[in-house]
């Protein structure tokens, strides 16, 4: 697998054209069942909104780190303008057209004890004469992107989509469909098709054996001129198709949460893998790792590059091979998990050797939230601190390492002269809800606690392994070689 491509994702430049919707979780429990019929009494404690369809699909899109824009139809109303105020958050280029006789697509669901109670669709079928303003959009804007995705749920904003496929592929523009319609011939032009089993079916293939689904895979993308198809088969996994080539992936087992936006994160990490410069074989498998993660999540949701790093690193961990996102989009991951409601717990070091006791004091550290940030010295810091002949391992492996414990999500460097050899500056940026130090410290003698605790965070102080230190290590080396 090509992991280099995996430094370049910020270099896909994808435009997602689609049925865009606003989704609507109220979470609450359930604890008796109503007395005026026979249904559950949820009591509501919270309310989420969230990036729905094709605004879901660019979200996934962003948060691995791709360059997305995104065009859709909304109408002039609260939930419109609710959804382009999601997606400015969410670094997405939204150019959403305004209906005003049609309402935006809602769907609202009811969610107790980790399950969905009901779901509660509030929508309009869009029209031709709707989809029509998509069109002139896609050819204002589609010079800017190398890929364009098609993101199809029949709500009538791709109804001219035979066109739009037109307008991209005279751009010389690569181009994938999620399908919603079981006439694939009018997806005619898409160089990658996503459909699921029950879509595939719906279009007449054939999955009564490996090899009708095979032959008939191929007659369907020869009949409706589309050069692939990459055909999502649940717990079988995947199947990437082709006239002469066919590549089986199977399904990473995870415990299942939810299914929903699955096929939104599939054809996401798809189309950024292969803008990141991966081949079509090694953007699958990406895919479905992809997938593997988002499955055990509840609700439409995304997977980071960290995420898919860790997953990957299990997957090929016989390689030896390993990825760590690049230092400066981790700010961006760390805004993404805050929007998500995560906990954010930060703590810094030199880690110059890593022994049991960081190890232990990591995995303490991430006990006190959802997500772990470790600020690391750069290598002319713990030279200022240490002295001339540390550290003994430069900064990119000591993050390779560090990066690589479960307990560890992201890794950012700090220590440049002009700012000092404090995280101060690091923990004001991320403004952590929870700050760790190890040792015997008071907690107004910690760097940044003051900007924790005036945000309303917290400060923990955690004691190391009596025993455990960078410096007896390197001792103990010193002394087995006299």
Same mark, same amino acid.
């Given at each position: 697998?090509?992991?280099?491509?995996?430094?370049?994702?910020?270099?896909?430049?994808?435009?997602?054209?689609?049925?865009?919707?606003?989704?609507?979780?109220?979470?609450?429990?359930?604890?008796?069942?109503?007395?005026?019929?026979?249904?559950?009494?949820?009591?509501?404690?919270?309310?989420?909104?969230?990036?729905?369809?094709?605004?879901?699909?660019?979200?996934?899109?962003?948060?691995?780190?791709?360059?997305?824009?995104?065009?859709?139809?909304?109408?002039?109303?609260?939930?419109?303008?609710?959804?382009?105020?999601?997606?400015?958050?969410?670094?997405?280029?939204?150019?959403?057209?305004?209906?005003?006789?049609?309402?935006?697509?809602?769907?609202?669901?009811?969610?107790?004890?980790?399950?969905?109670?009901?779901?509660?669709?509030?929508?309009?079928?869009?029209?031709?004469?709707?989809?029509?303003?998509?069109?002139?959009?896609?050819?204002?804007?589609?010079?800017?992107?190398? %890929?364009?995705?098609?993101?199809?749920?029949?709500?009538?904003?791709?109804?001219?989509?035979?066109?739009?496929?037109?307008?991209?592929?005279?751009?010389?523009?690569?181009?994938?469909?999620?399908?919603?319609?079981?006439?694939?011939?009018?997806?005619?032009?898409?160089?990658?098709?996503?459909?699921?089993?029950?879509?595939?079916? &719906?279009?007449?293939?054939?999955?009564?054996?490996?090899?009708?689904?095979?032959?008939?895979?191929?007659?369907?993308?020869?009949?409706?001129?589309?050069?692939?198809?990459?055909?999502?088969?649940?717990?079988?996994?995947?199947?990437?198709?082709?006239?002469?080539?066919?590549?089986?992936?199977?399904?990473?087992? =995870?415990?299942? @949460?939810?299914?929903?936006?699955?096929?939104?994160?599939?054809?996401?990490? =798809?189309?950024?893998?292969?803008?990141? *410069?991966?081949?079509?074989?090694?953007?699958?498998?990406?895919?479905?790792?992809?997938?593997?993660?988002?499955?055990?999540? &509840?609700?439409?949701?995304?997977?980071?590059?960290?995420?898919?790093?860790?997953?990957?690193?299990? %997957?090929?961990?016989?390689?030896?091979?390993? %990825?760590?996102?690049?230092?400066?989009?981790?700010?961006?991951?760390?805004?993404?998990?805050?929007?998500?409601?995560?906990?954010?717990?930060?703590?810094?070091?030199?880690?110059?050797? =890593?022994?049991?006791?960081?190890?232990?004091?990591?995995?303490?550290?991430?006990?006190?939230?959802?997500?772990?940030?470790?600020?690391?010295?750069?290598?002319?810091?713990?030279?200022?601190?240490?002295?001339?002949?540390?550290?003994?391992?430069?900064?990119?492996?000591?993050?390779?390492?560090?990066?690589?414990?479960? @307990?560890?999500?992201?890794?950012?460097?700090?220590?440049?002269?002009?700012?000092?050899?404090?995280?101060?500056?690091?923990?004001?940026?991320?403004?952590?809800?929870?700050?760790?130090?190890?040792?015997?410290?008071?907690?107004?003698?910690?760097? *940044?606690?003051?900007?924790?605790?005036?945000?309303?965070?917290?400060?923990?102080?955690?004691?190391?392994?009596?025993?455990?230190?960078?410096?007896?290590?390197?001792?103990?080396?010193?002394?087995?070689?006299?």
């Amino acid at each position: 697998m090509n992991l280099a491509a995996l430094q370049n994702l910020h270099n896909a430049k994808i435009l997602v054209v689609g049925d865009v919707m606003l989704d609507r979780y109220w979470h609450g429990d359930t604890g008796r069942i109503s007395p005026e019929a026979p249904v559950p009494v949820v009591k509501v404690s919270s309310l989420e909104d969230k990036a729905g369809g094709a605004a879901n699909v660019a979200k996934n899109i962003a948060h691995l780190d791709g360059k997305v824009g995104l065009l859709g139809l909304i109408g002039q109303d609260e939930n419109g303008r609710k959804l382009n105020s999601i997606l400015e958050d969410e670094s997405i280029d939204s150019q959403l057209v305004s209906v005003d006789t049609l309402p935006t697509i809602a769907k609202m669901r009811v969610i107790s004890r980790h399950q969905q109670v009901v779901r509660l669709d509030m929508e309009e079928q869009f029209l031709p004469e709707h989809s029509a303003l998509l069109t002139e959009k896609l050819k204002a804007v589609i010079e800017a992107y190398e %890929y364009v995705l098609f993101s199809d749920y029949n709500k009538g904003a791709l109804a001219n989509i035979k066109e739009m496929i037109e307008v991209a592929k005279q751009a010389g523009k690569t181009v994938l469909v999620d399908p919603k319609m079981s006439d694939l011939s009018v997806y005619r032009g898409a160089d990658f098709i996503t459909p699921n089993l029950n879509e595939f079916k &719906l279009a007449g293939g054939d999955a009564s054996t490996e090899s009708a689904l095979t032959n008939s895979a191929r007659q369907l993308i020869a009949d409706a001129g589309i050069g692939a198809m990459l055909l999502t088969r649940s717990e079988q996994g995947m199947s990437l198709i082709s006239a002469d080539d066919k590549h089986d992936f199977s399904a990473q087992v =995870l415990e299942v @949460s939810d299914v929903t936006g699955a096929g939104d994160t599939v054809i996401a990490t =798809l189309t950024t893998m292969l803008g990141a *410069g991966m081949n079509a074989k090694d953007a699958v498998e990406m895919a479905n790792l992809a997938a593997g993660i988002v499955v055990g999540k &509840l609700g439409a949701a995304t997977v980071s590059p960290e995420e898919l790093s860790a997953k990957l690193s299990q %997957y090929l961990r016989e390689t030896g091979e390993h %990825y760590q996102a690049p230092f400066e989009d981790v700010l961006q991951h760390i805004s993404f998990a805050k929007q998500n409601g995560e906990k954010i717990v930060f703590t810094n070091g030199c880690f110059d050797i =890593l022994h049991a006791g960081h190890v232990r004091y990591l995995a303490q550290a991430k006990a006190m939230g959802d997500r772990l940030v470790v600020g690391l010295n750069n290598d002319e810091s713990i030279s200022r601190l240490k002295g001339a002949d540390r550290p003994i391992n430069p900064l990119n492996e000591r993050a390779m390492v560090i990066s690589a414990l479960a @307990s560890v999500d992201w890794v950012v460097p700090f220590g440049k002269e002009e700012e000092g050899d404090t995280p101060a500056n690091l923990i004001a940026t991320i403004s952590p809800d929870v700050l760790v130090k190890g040792g015997d410290y008071k907690v107004e003698e910690i760097a *940044g606690a003051d900007h924790v605790l005036a945000q309303g965070g917290q400060v923990e102080v955690l004691s190391f392994l009596d025993g455990c230190s960078t410096s007896n290590v390197i001792k103990k080396a010193r002394l087995s070689k006299s």
